[in-house]
């Protein structure tokens, strides 16, 4: 495992305000994922970053931002939540010569 | 744009039942495939993976998968399945740089095993 940390772990949060999702990992991986997971829909790619200040947007990037100023933090920012972002939100690293994927426990975002 | 099938949305098998998860992908080149376990309520963990070389790849809890390039399958199996296998299954393909520089993900085939 790749000792990743998500915070909060759960949140209800109402339509119209913004929300800030924080992955910190501890190995030093260059890269870093924001996926959500949906009944039906399986994992999608929010955004990623394959180093310091480098992102880039992935399949399902709209309405949502990222950061990245250190190597172990990756931000995830709902701009204005929507209902339709009630998720489960999972972060995951990779290191650049492992080419394995290692993901967080998750977190639990619902959107009054 | 690579894309992963996973035919069965739901199986239930009896415990010590053998088990066969169907994993089809699209990919042009030799693809980088990986299969993750998530039990309910945790995060996804990895039960292997195939890069290349031996097309039958051994993962953790007794897992293997068989890469078949002619039929663009990989196909996840157990001989004889535990209780605590019950969980969903996620199929996926690396894409980008590298061949695994970000995975597309099959829609999950979730397990329920009768005693």
């Known amino acids: 495992d790749a000792g990743i940390t998500q915070s909060p772990r759960h949140k209800v949060t109402e339509t119209g305000t913004p929300v800030t999702l924080r992955c910190h990992q501890t190995?030093?991986?260059?890269?870093m994922y924001w996926y959500r997971q949906d009944p039906g829909h399986g994992l999608r790619l929010i955004h990623y970053?394959?180093?310091?200040?480098?992102?880039d947007k992935g399949e399902v990037s709209d309405g949502y931002s990222v950061s990245r100023s250190k190597t172990e933090d990756f931000l995830l920012t709902l701009e204005s939540a929507t209902s339709s972002q009630t998720s489960v939100y999972f972060c995951?690293?990779?290191?650049?010569?492992?080419?394995?994927?290692?993901f967080g426990e998750g977190s639990w975002l619902t959107v009054v | 744009a690579q894309s992963v099938t996973q035919p069965d949305i739901h199986i239930t098998v009896s415990e010590g039942a053998s088990l066969e998860l169907r994993c089809n992908y699209s990919?042009?080149?030799?693809?980088?495939l990986f299969w993750y376990v998530q039990s309910p309520g945790q995060g996804l963990q990895l039960l292997l993976k195939?890069?290349?070389?031996?097309?039958l790849v051994q993962g953790i809890k007794g897992f293997e998968a068989e890469f078949k390039r002619s039929q663009s399958s990989f196909n996840l199996r157990k001989p004889s399945v535990h209780w605590s296998d019950a969980a969903e299954y996620f199929c996926?393909?690396?894409?980008?740089?590298?061949?695994?520089?970000?995975?597309?993900f099959g829609k999950g085939t979730k397990l329920t095993v009768n005693p």
């Open positions: 995951a690293s990779r290191d650049s010569s492992g080419n394995t994927i290692y």
């Open positions: 190995e030093n991986h260059r890269y």
């Open positions: 970053s394959y180093g310091v200040k480098d992102t």
């Open positions: 990919y042009g080149a030799t693809p980088y």
């Open positions: 195939y890069f290349s070389g031996d097309t």
């Open positions: 996926a393909v690396g894409e980008g740089r590298g061949g695994s520089e970000k995975l597309v």
